[in-house]
């Protein structure tokens, strides 16, 4: 987006990005590819903490 941008075409670098977002998505999915998952921020049961 940025090159396209400065090359004066912003609308192409805006609908380039769009496309190669998508294609990583469909690309990480056939894969089977994904982030790990978040941690467990709950705080504990007061009976848990050994106090």
């Known amino acids: 987006m940025v090159l396209c941008s400065r090359l004066g075409v912003p609308t192409v670098g805006i ?5 190669l ?5 469909i690309v990480s999915l056939l894969r089977g590819w994904h982030l790990p998952g978040s ?3 709950r705080p504990r049961a007061s009976r ?3 106090s």
């Open 39 to 41: 941690r467990d921020w």
């Open 15 to 19: 609908v380039a990005g769009i496309f």
């Open 21 to 25: 977002g998508v294609a990583l998505r």
């Open 48 to 50: 848990d903490r050994g």
